[in-house]
């Protein structure tokens, strides 16, 4: 290689690590923050801790209104995860394999929902979960971002069903196989990738989510999300504990997200790149 | 809004429940169609779009709707030029997008 | 891929339908039904007819709070698309970094949007935070709990920080699907970067910015939890885009009527935002 195509390339790569530079600044600053004492963080500037504090962990992961929020929040999410997928499945081989009457606009439909703003359905929501008796459930919250996620979960696995060439289905009904058969014993674990993403997408996205899950929630099923929201207008300056509440949120995202790098981008232009 | 039932708390009216059963008898009338004529009549209109029945139902429905909140926003009641407007609209999409 | 055309399909897409229309068209009639009403509680309702509407759509209060939507979504978007655009023609094609590069990048978007929006308020803090005190002792007067400017600015970073990796990503994706020809015979042929970019990378990237656009479009359209958590609309109303505006008249002041039409006004915005979006989309799809 040329030395000057050499020290260009060298240019070219600041760009992004300027830019991931950037996007690692805030977050150094909450992880900074969340080991410092209260009266460090009042008392001025300090680049990095200077009393070195676990203080603010241990409060999380002994305190019931701290750790419980994560609980709640984890239990509605899973929820939410395996309910959309299982839901979706069947949905997406439909849609992937066979023309029906209205399809095309029940895609769209289901489309809409995802893109429909969470604020417009809050105040309905509210009333709809209380009539039904789930208002402070998990369920209430598991079933409410269904709206969202099952759109989602049915485009992405659509996506990746789609590239599953059709001739394995047709092999296994002249093999004999009846249709849930094939569909749980073969086909299932051939998409198991597209499975794995739309799990993830839906867990972040539901993970994610603040309004509806403040909205649908009161006391006993309050989320992790929610009560870092209340600390903060409320209590206004525990900001070390509110710091590690949100450096312990990044964490499960941080870490599935090792496992799916590859599919991230697909996966967020909703299976259709 | 406790104890009430489904029925109470969505406030129901009647012009709001002919508004809607309105859009499920055109929905059901274009699954009638399309039984009877199979394959949406799809066509490449005026605007460059392919499109079927369903596609030129919804363009209509939608379009209507922000034809009524434009009148309202700028002229305000009575709104039935705007149901004109949208009807004549509705005939051109179906006949020509 | 030839599909066949088979009706008991809707078996399949049943439950999704049951369990979608649960949620959308239940709310969605209610919203209907409170936005022709008046109500003073108990389930006690009068018919108002178009009213709200009206009153909606002829409110200052509405139209600043669209305002301010469209110029703050024509700001990140001037923002975001670009340098989404060049970070990802500037990633490495291969190689250890390549995971790197898409892991770090992707985190933003992984973090739950309220605690996005506590990060930037400590991280922009005028006096403890490494932004705001940066920035003061550089000289300029950054204080965003005061002054609507500063707000927007850290606003508008903030949702640069979170978003902008969403282009990112997806231009990285469209650009690797270039087969490695296509460069080679640029190469041949001693064609610059910049025609490289003009005529080879830009058109493939074409549909995939398309989709990069309408996305961030629609949901910055969207945009609530982190804008309340930093800054809770204000200094006064100067950071209060819709969807704040929409919960603050139905959840915290009960207005059900023009809380209900503003919503379906809002719906529909989107509805056309949606509609538009897939056609662009299947549309490609097509050719």
Same mark, same amino acid.
């Not at chain 1, 029940?106 to 417009?120: C, E, G, K, S, Y």
């Not at chain 3, 008046?38 to 909606?56: M, P, S």
């Not at chain 3, 809770?232 to 100067?238: K, Y």
């Given at each position: ?6 020290? $260009? ?29 209260? +009266? ?10 200077? +009393?070195?504090?676990?203080? +603010? ?19 509605f999410?899973?929820a ?32 809409? +929902? ?11 929501f509210l009333q709809l979960y209380s009539a039904v008796g789930l208002f402070d459930t998990p369920w209430a919250v598991a079933l409410a ?37 094939? $569909? ?14 739309? @799990?993830? $997408? @839906? $867990? ?12 649908l929630t009161s006391?006993a099923a ?52 | 809004?406790e ?95 | ?12 897409? &049943? ?7 649960f949620n ?54 001037? %923002? ?25 990048? &992707?985190?933003?978007?992984? %973090? ?148 209900? &039409? ?6 529909? %915005? ?18």
């Amino acid at each position: 290689m040329h030395p000057e195509r050499r020290t $260009f390339i060298r240019k070219r790569a600041l760009i992004p690590a300027i830019y991931i530079i950037f996007l690692m600044l805030p977050i150094y600053w909450l992880v900074t923050m969340s080991f410092k004492t209260t +009266n460090e963080i009042l008392g001025g500037f300090t680049p990095w801790p200077v +009393n070195f504090t676990l203080a +603010n962990y241990v409060k999380i992961f002994t305190d019931s209104t701290w750790y419980s929020g994560y609980i709640n929040s984890l239990t509605f999410v899973i929820a939410n995860t395996i309910l959309s997928v299982v839901v979706a499945l069947p949905a997406a081989y439909a849609f992937s394999r066979y023309r029906f009457l209205g399809d095309k606009h029940l895609f769209f439909w289901l489309l809409t +929902n995802r893109m429909a703003p969470p604020a417009v359905f809050a105040l309905p929501f509210l009333q709809l979960y209380s009539a039904v008796g789930l208002f402070d459930t998990p369920w209430a919250v598991a079933l409410a971002h269904t709206l969202f996620n099952v759109p989602l979960a049915v485009w992405i696995l659509e996506g990746f069903m789609s590239g599953v060439p059709k001739e394995l289905d047709e092999t296994a009904y002249v093999d004999g196989y009846p249709f849930w058969r094939f $569909f749980l014993k073969i086909f299932i674990p051939t998409i198991a990738a597209g499975i794995g993403v739309a @799990c993830f $997408f @839906c $867990f972040m996205f539901s993970w994610v989510e603040l309004l509806l899950a403040k909205t649908l929630t009161s006391v006993a099923a309050k989320p992790i999300v929610a009560t870092m929201t209340r600390t903060a207008s409320t209590s206004g300056y525990e900001l070390g504990l509110l710091a590690a509440a949100g450096t312990l949120t990044i964490v499960p995202g941080a870490f599935v997200i090792y496992f799916v790098r590859n599919y991230i981008a697909k996966g967020f232009a909703l299976g259709r790149v | 809004m406790e104890g009430t039932s489904i029925i109470a708390w969505m406030a129901w009216t009647w012009p709001t429940a002919a508004f809607f059963a309105f859009i499920a008898l055109c929905l059901i009338a274009m699954s009638v169609w399309e039984v009877y004529s199979p394959g949406g009549a799809p066509r490449h209109g005026i605007l460059g779009l392919d499109t079927t029945r369903g596609d030129r139902l919804f363009i209509s429905l939608l379009g209507s709707a922000f034809i009524f909140l434009a009148w309202l926003g700028l002229f305000g009641t009575p709104l039935w030029a705007p149901l004109g407007i949208s009807l004549v609209y509705a005939f051109v999409v179906f006949r020509w997008v | 891929m030839y599909k066949q055309l088979n009706q008991k399909a809707w078996f399949l897409v &049943a439950p999704v339908v049951a369990l979608v229309a649960f949620n959308a068209i239940i709310p969605l009639m209610t919203v209907v039904n409170f936005s022709v009403q008046e109500t003073f509680g108990d389930n006690v309702f009068f018919w108002a007819g178009v009213d709200w509407f009206e009153q909606v759509l002829h409110s200052s209060r509405f139209h600043d709070a669209l305002l301010r939507q469209i110029l703050f979504t024509a700001i990140i978007l001037l %923002i975001e698309v670009p340098l989404g655009l060049i970070v990802a023609l500037a990633m490495p094609r291969k190689g250890p970094w390549v995971s790197v590069c898409l892991v770090t990048m &992707a985190l933003p978007l992984l %973090i739950p949007w309220n605690v996005v929006g506590a990060m930037w308020n400590i991280f922009a803090l005028p006096e403890i935070g490494l932004m705001g005190k940066g920035l003061r002792s550089l000289g300029f007067d950054f204080n965003y709990t005061r002054q609507p400017l500063t707000a927007w600015f850290t606003v508008v970073l903030m949702d640069v920080w979170h978003w902008t990796s969403l282009v990112v990503l997806l231009c990285y994706a469209g650009l690797v699907s270039i087969p490695n020809d296509y460069y080679q015979a640029a190469k041949i042929d001693g064609a610059s970067a910049w025609s490289v970019f003009r005529y080879i990378q830009l058109p493939k990237l074409k549909r995939v910015l398309t989709i990069a656009i309408l996305l961030r479009f629609m949901d910055s359209f969207m945009i609530y939890t982190e804008v309340v958590v930093l800054t809770g609309g204000g200094p006064g109303n100067s950071t209060t885009f819709l969807s704040i505006d929409l919960v603050k008249m139905a959840l915290g002041q009960f207005d059900l009527g023009p809380a209900a &039409a503003m919503s379906l006004i809002y719906f529909l %915005i989107i509805l056309l935002l949606s509609w538009l979006f897939y056609t662009v989309m299947t549309r490609n799809e097509a050719r």
